[in-house]
Antibody
Framework: QVQLVQSGAEVKKPGASVKVSCKAS????????INWVRQATGQGLEWMGW????????GYAQKFQGRVTMTRDTSISTAYMELSSLRSEDTAVYYC????????????????WGQGTLVTVSS | EIVMTQSPATLSMSPGERATLSCRAS??????LAWYQQKPGQAPRLLIY???TRATGIPARFSGSGSGTEFTLTISSLQSEDFAVYYC?????????FGQGTKLEIK
């Protein structure tokens, strides 16, 4: 069965960086894009960006451009999201999610999600 | 960026009742609209995509309708496990954006 297992909670100081991992299993890792979505406590969902594990290509929401980097290590079927210059507003649960399929529309739908990683930014 | 607005923010209903949740886009998203359900402490779950197609394993009591800028999620007969937060999301234009959510609570 498809599983996405994320790394554990992090506490960071303002200005620092955080790197969250997302280990995939149960399918061919390079076939499906991985996206990242975050959710501040008690708030809604915010789409951060996507990464194609096959090519390494990625796309980011403008809000995060320059601060976020999405990468992968295909040898261990793991995707990474690194966010730099952290500020208190970045305190949130970060989710990785796999897309539904390889078609144009299916690549925009998230049908398998990780359990979430809480990142707390505090001095 | 397309803004998605959901209403109401909170909906108080009883099991067995019919629930109707609304979602409006700031510009047309065609039928590129999905609905997700999220329960406390869990990741979201895809319910509906293409405005009206149920995702795999989603019960028939969930249905979606609409196109352009106005969309509706209907739950025909509420079960106890349906009380959760529901988000609409457009995937017509990047960045893909979510509504702020509708909390469906037990009356």
């Amino acid at each position: 069965q498809v599983q996405l297992v994320q790394s554990g909670a992090e506490v960071k100081k303002p200005g620092a960086s955080v790197k969250v991992s997302c280990k995939a299993s149960g399918y061919t890792f390079t076939t499906y894009d991985i996206n990242w979505v975050r959710q501040a406590t008690g708030q809604g969902l915010e789409w951060m960006g996507w990464m194609d594990p096959n090519s390494g290509n990625s796309g980011y929401a403008q809000k995060f451009q320059g601060r976020v980097t999405m990468t992968r290590d295909t040898s261990i079927s793991t995707a990474y999201m690194e966010l730099s210059s952290l500020r208190s507003e970045d305190t949130a649960v970060y989710y990785c999610a796999r897309v539904m399929g390889v078609g144009a529309s299916q690549r925009r739908l998230l049908d398998y999600w990780g359990q979430g990683t809480l990142v707390t930014v505090s001095s | 960026e397309i803004v998605m607005t959901q209403s109401p923010a909170t909906l108080s209903m009883s099991p067995g009742e019919r629930a109707t949740l609304s979602c409006r886009a700031s510009q047309s998203v065609s039928s590129n609209l999905a609905w997700y359900q999220q329960k406390p402490g869990q990741a979201p779950r895809l319910l509906i995509y293409g405005a009206s197609t149920r995702a795999t394993g989603i019960p028939a009591r969930f249905s979606g309708s609409g196109s352009g800028t106005e969309f509706t999620l209907t739950i025909s007969s509420l079960q106890s496990e349906d009380f959760a937060v529901y988000y609409c999301q457009q995937y017509n234009n990047w960045p893909y954006t979510f509504g702020q959510g509708t909390k469906l609570e037990i009356k």
